[in-house]
Each structure stands twice: as C-alpha cells, then as structure tokens.
C-alpha cells in the first residue's frame, strides 16, 4: 500500500507539473519529485571535513540506495546544502531521464535501448532558449567579495588533498571557432576564497576548447555550475558525441529548451535555474598542485600534479543553494551506477548504428566503473562476428576512455550477471585463440596500473567468450532445466519457492 500510494503521489505531482506548458525542471523541483517517490533523506549537523563523504560512501553501498540531503552543516548556515546520491537507484535514474520510474535496472537499460541515438539525431531541436531572468541570478558578486569558502565544500576521501567543491559538476566551455557548448564534468579542487583548480584531462572536449583557446587568445573563458538538475550532470559525466552539445541533448530527453542566462563575466550560456556557478578564465602559465584524491577506479590514482588555476572574477548562487556533489572511489561509488545503465545503452546504439547484427545486450559492469568491463551478448550470425562486435566496444566513443575488458557472449547469456559471464568465459574460452590483445588504446592519469613518468596509454583484453561458430552445432549442450519444464514444475511445486 505505502509504495502505491508513493506512486500515486508521483503521478498527481507529474500530472500538476504536465499542466505548466514549458515548466522548467531544476533541482528543487526534482528533489521534490525524489520525495515524493520516498527516496530523499535529510541529514542534519554532519560535518564538512569527511563525515559527508563518509556517509555518503556507506550509502552507496546500500542496495537500493536513497539520495541524501545534508543541511545544518557543521560551520554553515542552515540552507546551505550538499546533495549525494542523486541517481543510485533504477527509479531515480528513470524519473531524472523521463522515462517510466518502475523499472528494474535490465528493465531500464532495456528501455533506452535506441534513444541515445534518438537524442543524438534531434538534438540539434533543442538548442537552449535564452532567458532574460532566472534564479541563479539572485546573488551576484566580484572581485573581493567573491568568497567560494562560502560554500560546504566537503573533504570526501580521507587522503583527499583537499576540498573538492566540484565533483557533481559541469565545467562549460565554447569552442572559440563555432557555437559549440561543452559541458564536462572535471573534478574541482579549491585552494583559497577565491582560486579552484580544474583537472581537464587530454582527450576530452573541455581540452580540445581549453588549447584552441590558449593558442588563439592565450586565455579560456570557464564557467563552472556547482548545483542543478542531475540530468545535466549526467550530461557532463558521459561521452557525447563530439560536436553534439549537451544542452541540446538534454533538451532532446526533456522534450524542451533548457532555460539559460548569460554569465556576466564571460558570456558564457550557464543554466537559469542553476544553484551556483563561478567563472573566470584559465591561462595556461597559472597552474597549482591538486590532488590526491579518491578517483572512480577506487584508488588513489595520479597523485598529485599540476591543474589550471580559475582565479573566479564572479560568483552565482540561489538563496540557500544546493551544491550537488557526486565524489568518486570504490565502486559502488555516486555516479557508478548511473554510468554503468547510461553507458550500457550508449555502448548498445553505437554497435547498432555500426552495423553490428543481432545486439542482445550489453552491460559496462559497475566493479569496473562502469568503463573497464564491458559485456556484449549476440546471437552469432556469421563466422567473425563475435570479434566484430568485440573491437567495436572497445573502441567506439562511448566505450573508448579507459576500458580494459571486453567479453563477448551467446544471446542465452545474461550480460549483467557476472556468474553466467564468469561461466561462459571458462567454459567457452580457449585462452590461447580466444583472447586478443590491444595495444596503445586510450587510457588515463588515473589508471591505478599506470607508473609515473610515462605516456597514459593503456592495453585492453577482447575475449570471446562465444560458443565457437564453425562448429557451434556440435557444441555440447548446456545441462540446465528447460523452460517447459521449470513452468511445469512451478505450476506443481511453486508453494516451495515462496
């Protein structure tokens, strides 16, 4: 009864909101939506130093797991709030992506099945809609009153280096060439009240702007939004294509514009209903140590080194801002289960719009970050087609950043259950004609198997893990129950199961 009623809630509030034409989602609306499914809980006197993120980590590791709002935090205002956990359950994810919310996690990865590449081909419909006002406009300061110390900047690991202000995050860029919008989600470190470094590794879109920039007018115009709707965090977090803007993407899901205002420092297009944001400019001859800190392959990995330095001209925020904060590290970690579901569709439609036949499934497993192992289930066409299939995944722009692993498996393997792949790996694997190995692929700073000094290139495994097609005929059968015979069975003796 409690979970109809939750559901019934849900609805009314969906419906109310349907009745707004062109109602914009922010944040606060979304949280009013996670509470009205039963998954928001508030934490109240935590401390900023460890205790969030300590919190936050023994959450994630609840199955499933309730986002968490942190107020009355220890040496801040009441008001002044940090969100975790936004998308760690299948229902949250669902409701953030409008999608139906009562899905299990194969269910919704089922259900976006062919809509990345549907957001992909309208997005160029959705460009952001320019808006004269909007509520991150209501506290604007410069120069000396900027203070980002303003903020409950948590300390989450705890051989962190320091505060990390930026991790549920979107760093916004343009290219300086065309109109193109980057939304990247680059960890953020703060060193003082008004200086933050920006960790962009080479490779991504957040580069390729930063260089074009510096070349051309030795300076790079940044914004940076610290709180907003968690679908343009999602948005920052994956692998859109290159050229594709994530405001437009995200207009593509909501099925209308995102709203946005002009930075007053740079220009640059930052959400209306965004909870806080700082800009400046970056020059390549300001960088400062950042770092260690606690990364998605759960160590921590690349040290300390040197990042850019934002020296914030300005600063935004709503009253009683939210920040959203989304701190990798072992996984499960914030964001592990949302790019394992996310990454999963993508990686699927990108084998479909590369022509790989009878795709069955496809899962990025969450032990691996939702990157280092991936798992490709078809039904097996032609001789080649498994390692087709394979090379694809590892190397196609939504699987390409840091993968170790790719397993190819029948279609009567599951491929989000790593018993049945474990078992075809060792049943249907020959090591020494089934395993190939690439070389030079694209790997990270962060790569716990990386030694400094050295190039960030790193090696990936294909394994086919498929029933051998050139004599698949032959091959043994699996010893299992049938399904006629198991609905016999339960039909007669189901009362035992129960």
């Not at 909101?17 to 979304?30: E, F, I």
């Not at 900027?146 to 995050?169: M, N, Q, S």
């Not at 970690?333 to 022509?355: E, F, P």
């Not at 692929?441 to 294909?462: C, F, H, L, Q």
Request: proline share 7%; aromatic share 8%; with cysteine.
């Amino acid at each position: 009864m409690r979970i109809a009623t939750k559901q019934r809630r849900f609805c009314l509030m969906r419906k109310k909101r349907d009745t707004k034409k062109n109602t914009a989602r922010d944040l606060r609306s979304w949280l009013d939506q996670v509470e009205a499914l039963g998954e928001l809980q508030t934490v109240r006197g935590a401390h900023w130093n460890l205790e969030i993120g300590a919190i936050s980590q023994i959450n994630y590791r609840r199955r499933p797991n309730l986002a968490q709002l942190f107020d009355e935090i220890k040496d801040y205002p009441q008001g002044y709030r940090v969100l975790t956990a936004s998308m760690g359950s299948a229902r949250r994810m669902a409701m953030t992506f409008c999608l139906p919310i009562e899905l299990d996690s194969r269910a919704l990865v089922q259900e976006l099945q062919g809509k990345p590449l549907k957001w992909e081909n309208s997005a160029p419909q959705f460009p952001p809609q320019p808006v004269k006002e909007g509520p991150i406009l209501e506290n604007v300061f410069w120069g000396n009153d900027v203070d980002v110390l303003r903020f409950p900047a948590p300390i989450w690991h705890e051989k962190d280096g320091g505060r990390y202000i930026g991790t549920g995050c979107a760093v916004i860029t343009r290219d300086p060439d065309s109109q193109w919008v980057n939304l990247g989600a680059y960890r953020v470190m703060v060193l003082d009240n008004k200086r933050v470094t920006i960790n962009i590794e080479a490779g991504k879109h957040g580069r390729f702007h930063l260089e074009k920039w510096w070349s051309k007018e030795g300076r790079c115009p940044v914004a940076v939004c610290l709180g907003m709707d968690p679908l343009l965090f999602a948005m920052a977090a994956l692998e859109i294509p290159t050229g594709v803007g994530e405001y437009e993407y995200a207009g593509a899901i909501m099925g209308r514009p995102i709203d946005i205002v002009s930075a007053p420092a740079t220009g640059l297009p930052i959400p209306a209903g965004a909870e806080i944001v700082v800009e400046g400019w970056l020059y390549p001859d300001k960088q400062h140590k950042e770092g260690p800190f606690g990364e998605w392959t759960g160590y921590y990995s690349g040290g300390q080194r040197t990042a850019p330095v934002l020296e914030i001209e300005c600063l935004l925020h709503r009253h009683n801002p939210i920040l959203l904060g989304s701190p990798p590290g072992k996984p499960p970690s914030d964001y592990s289960y949302m790019r394992t579901v996310l990454k999963s569709a993508m990686i699927h439609d990108a084998l479909v719009k590369a022509g790989v036949a009878d795709v069955r499934g496809v899962w990025a497993h969450e032990c691996g970050g939702g990157r280092m192992l991936i798992v490709v289930a078809i039904k097996q066409r032609f001789c080649g087609h498994s390692r087709q299939a394979a090379a694809i995944a590892a190397q196609c722009q939504a699987a390409s950043y840091m993968n170790r692993f790719v397993i190819v498996v029948d279609e009567d393997i599951d491929p989000t259950n790593l018993e049945e792949v474990m078992w075809a790996l060792c049943t249907r694997t020959d090591p020494a004609t089934d395993i190939e190995i690439m070389k030079k692929a694209w790997g990270s700073k962060v790569d716990p198997m990386r030694r400094e000094p050295g190039p960030t290139y790193n090696s990936r495994a294909i394994i086919d893990a498929c029933r051998p097609f050139d004599w698949i005929e032959e091959f043994p059968q699996v010893a299992e129950l049938s399904c006629e015979l198991k609905e016999q069975i339960m039909k007669k003796w189901g009362h035992l199961f129960k």
